[in-house]
């Protein structure tokens, strides 16, 4: 039986499309190797969001055309992002046999196989969990119509289109019958749900996934933050499975910059968007993005977004220095700003941002909270994740006394007294195992 292995770059919205791929091939009797270096089909589902995921792809491309010339692999195959974005690719890499961009993932497995059909019926979709499967993502739509002057995303993935609700509640029922219990509800833009297709919107799909018994937590991620449905907040309210966490990136909060960064919110309303959330989901937990270093940018600009960032008090923020994309509207922007500024910007932010982020983590001491079980960390610790911890991005909870005579059970929740936290972090005592 032939192997197939990948290596899968980006974010998780790729890494959906890389399960997909790997579940086509198993599903026509291929074996998924644990190594890629096992592997006699090799892919690797790249990233070409920016120029560094850029550079890490092309590195990661060449690395396994080695495996092509000295290892297992007969056949290389990349996919994703950057063979969309640089279509031209193909003629400066002799050793890929196949290259397929986003739209061909569901194809792959039968053009490379030549399996026309999967050879067991497979409960849909065919997908091979890449991480484990307690905590899992559905990418509810595809693309991006918001047209944000420095992405390329909506030139490499096209315009949004919602994937249909019937399809995402037999994916997630099939997630979690899997064992998933936290679903991470990920797109370009999740609260544009829906408009493409005049279908069900954000709110009637998640009051949907709600009723998939043994998913406890539903998790929003990547929201842009233009008005939200009042049915959305009412969900995030209402102590259901619908969390009280959102992600929803700012990119800016100067009006003169997000009109450059072709933003479709003010600064204003991005403002009541989190205050709105703050007034009427209790213990609502926000995460935001945001670029530092735009074309133009000034002191008294960049200022604006520092007096933001105090003023909403995120929970969690990510910064990105601002990286000219070829092909991207602000790429063409005079007014560079100088690196080291960048840079210096980039510091203060997230200096800022810690000092917020340690008093937000210091109120959940003494609360006692459902913790998600994660497993064992670097140093031997039991760690799970509270509501206000995403997977991957936010930190996480250390677990005293989960029980020394316990075997550690991922994905099993614990009832937790916070008693102490850090910048990032959370230490909490156990009180209660679910199952007891
Ligand atoms: S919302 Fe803007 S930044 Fe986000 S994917 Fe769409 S175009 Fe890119």
Redesign the pocket.
Known sequence: MKKVGLISLGCVKNRVDAERILGGFEARGFEIAEDPAEAEILFVNTCGFIKDAVEEAVEEILEATLHKKSGNCRILAVSGCLVKRYPEMKEELPEVDFFFTPEDVERIPEIVSGVPQPLKPHDYPARILTAPPHSVYLKIAEG?????S??T??TIRGEFRSVSQEKLLEEARWLAGEGAVELNVVA??VTSYGLDIEGPRLAELLHRLQEIDKLRWIRLL?A?PRALDERVVELLASGGKVIPYIDA?I?HAHPRVLKAMG?KVSAAETSEFFRRLKKHVPGIVLRTTAIVGFPGETEEEFQALLDFVEEIRFNHLGAFAYSPEEGTLAAELAGRVDEEVVWERYDRLMSLQAGISEERNAAFVGKELPILVEGIDGEGEVVGRTYGQAPEVDGHTTLEGYGDDRVIEVGEFVTAKITASSTYDLVASVISHDDE
């Open positions: 991006c119509s918001n047209r944000c420095y992405c995303i909506p370009q833009d990547y842009y990136p990119q933003r």
